[in-house]
């Protein structure tokens, strides 16, 4: 279905297009609108095609990014040896950037761009000198950005949880999920807790941290997520979505259209209203079974509460 094709119906509904040919504003506002409740819809988990998952390295820091490196950091350069840095050409915007560099093979080395003056004019050249406490913030984040895992997955909107599975598929290897904590709580817990906080940088990038040794073997991460609902700047782009979710699009961009260019009275508004909260039911009936666990038992299959656990508040 058209992306314009839900703006003109849900126009229609609220008497905003004369002959099914909404006003160029109401068309404007009505693109504006559908984004922000598609947006705030994938995040409460109602859009149930945009779920996914996919299979990532074990790691305590793992970036997931797309498009988008916030993290790598403005003018930060990261090579694996020497080799690497001096087949790196630098230039005269370079030295003015600030541009600094971190060899893996030389960890405790920071490189910068230094002027030097020759009978044919100024070259550039790697300047390394050695790093000790109290290391400037921007060191620090380099070197972190170096320590974590790189994965690269499309459109990634939220993060909805992450299960420790079997790198082998042995067959009597459980598969657990890890409990979600919040950012300013991670640090109180041990690092053999099965934990896992995340913080997005930008627009589809994200930092997901996890315990360093609350697994051994060979295991792996499963990520499930929901995709962000990519948005082009043309209302013609086709949208391949499951029906009954059109429906709840078409009359949740009535609702908002109602609202910002009043042309029904208050009587229809509420029976819009109304529609709009059955269909959001609906569609969130399904996922009733979805509960979280409020309790969980003293015995399980990896033996009873340990002293972290009991301190932490946390037993898996």
């Known amino acids: 279905m058209l992306v314009k094709e839900i703006i003109t119906e849900a126009a229609v509904r609220v008497n905003l297009a004369p002959q099914r040919n909404p006003y160029p504003t109401v068309v404007e506002n009505g693109f504006r609108l559908l984004k922000g409740i ?21 790691s305590n820091l793992i970036h997931i990014y797309d498009n988008t490196d916030y993290l790598k950091g403005k003018n930060n350069l990261y090579f694996n040896n020497a080799d690497e840095l001096n087949a790196y050409e630098l230039t005269e915007e370079d030295y003015n950037n600030d541009v600094w560099a971190i060899l893996k093979d030389h960890p405790n080395v920071l490189y910068n761009v230094m002027p030097v003056g020759t009978p044919e004019g100024t070259v550039y050249t790697w300047y390394g000198f050695p790093t000790h406490e109290p290391y400037p913030q921007r060191y620090q984040e380099m070197k972190r950005y170096e320590a974590m895992t790189h994965v690269q997955v499309r459109d990634v909107a939220k993060i909805n949880s992450i299960y420790v599975i079997s790198n082998n598929g042995q067959p009597y290897k459980e598969h657990y999920s890890l409990n979600f904590v919040n950012h ?28 360093p040794l609350f697994f051994t073997g ?22 391949f979505i499951p029906d009954n979710y059109v429906e709840l699009l078409i009359v949740a961009l009535a609702h908002k259209l109602a609202l910002e260019f009043p042309r029904i009275d208050e009587a229809q508004m ?20 979805e509960r979280n666990l409020l309790r969980k038992n003293y015995w399980e299959q990896y033996g009873r509460m340990s002293q972290s656990q009991l301190l932490s508040g946390e037993w898996l």
């Open 38 to 58: 598609v947006n705030k819809y994938n995040a409460d988990n109602l859009l149930n095609w945009t779920q996914n998952s996919v299979i990532i390295p074990k």
């Open 184 to 211: 300013t709580d991670f640090d109180k817990f041990t690092n053999t807790s099965r934990v896992f906080t995340y913080t997005q940088k930008s627009e589809g990038e994200w930092l997901i941290e996890l315990k």
């Open 218 to 239: 060979d295991y792996r991460l499963k990520l499930n997520y929901n995709e962000a609902i990519v948005f082009d700047e043309d209302i013609n782009t086709e949208w």
């Open 270 to 289: 509420t029976r819009l209203q109304n529609e709009v909260s059955v269909l959001v039911d609906n569609v969130r009936t399904p996922k009733s079974v």
